[in-house]
């Protein structure tokens, strides 16, 4: 069975202090790696996706890696700010159709 | 633009009712969603369309039913609601994966449901 394993389940960071989230998985065949934005009380949002041919994608303070033959992402926040606090979920999706794989998220806190 | 609505936020199920959420999306989107997700799990896909009549079921249907009558809409049935149902219900639109390929899912905001 598909899955996607993301860790740490939660961490608590300083505000302007700098955070990595791993998302490691064992989809196949692969097509594409998207990572979404939670907040409390609202749907998933995507930040970014990554493809099989891409390492590195920056959108903002966050950058996203992949390593697609060892199968692992990570999400990069830099210089954190409240806002920040929210559920990170990888998403893997599985080439050829349009069938999903999710996370179950990074729970991410920030303190002033 | 809306994106995705969902109708209601908030709702309390005695075991044995039933009801309708209600989702909408604007963006002439041709794929919908239906997600429940649960504390500390990742979201599990109920059932999805990919057309107007055209719906299938996902990895969790069981006690759900759905319709897809206009491109617009897809709502999600329950036709006796039972304890374990109680979770957070997301709707989501797509454009096809034939389209451009770095399109995502448009999430609503969920239905919060508690079922007693």
């Known amino acids: ?3 996607v394993e993301q860790s740490p389940q939660s961490l608590i960071i300083l505000e302007g202090k ?9 989809v196949s065949p692969f ?19 990554m493809t099989f041919s891409e390492n590195t994608k920056s959108n903002r303070r966050y ?29 893997v999706s599985e080439y050829g ?3 999903l794989a999710f996370g179950k998220g990074n729970q991410v806190v920030v303190i002033p | 633009n809306a994106g995705v609505t969902q109708t209601p936020k908030f709702r ?25 997700q649960d504390p500390g799990m990742g979201l599990k896909l ?15 249907p069981n006690g759900y039913n759905v319709s897809r009558s ?6 999600l049935r329950l036709e006796l609601a039972a304890p374990s149902q109680t979770s957070v219900y997301f709707c989501a639109s797509s454009y096809s994966i034939n389209r451009v390929i770095d399109q995502p899912q448009h999430f609503g905001d969920g239905t919060r449901l508690s079922i007693l």
């Open chain 2, 70 to 75: 206009t491109t617009e809409d897809f709502p």
């Open chain 1, 31 to 49: 097509s594409n790696l998207r990572w979404y934005k939670q907040d409390t009380g609202r749907g998933p949002v995507s930040l970014t996706i």
């Open chain 1, 63 to 91: 950058t996203a890696t992949l390593d697609a033959d060892t199968k692992q992402s990570s999400l990069h926040i830099t210089a954190s700010q409240l806002s920040d606090s929210a559920s990170y979920i990888c998403v």
């Open chain 2, 46 to 60: 109920i059932y999805y369309s990919v057309g107007a009549g055209i719906t299938d079921k996902g990895e969790v």
């Open chain 1, 18 to 26: 700098n955070c990595t989230l791993q998302c490691n998985y064992t």
């Open chain 1, 1 to 3: 069975k598909n899955q």
């Open chain 2, 12 to 36: 309390i199920l005695k075991i044995g009712q039933s009801m309708t959420l209600q989702c909408t999306q604007d963006m002439n989107h041709n794929y919908m969603y239906w997600y429940r």
């Open chain 1, 97 to 99: 159709n349009n069938r």
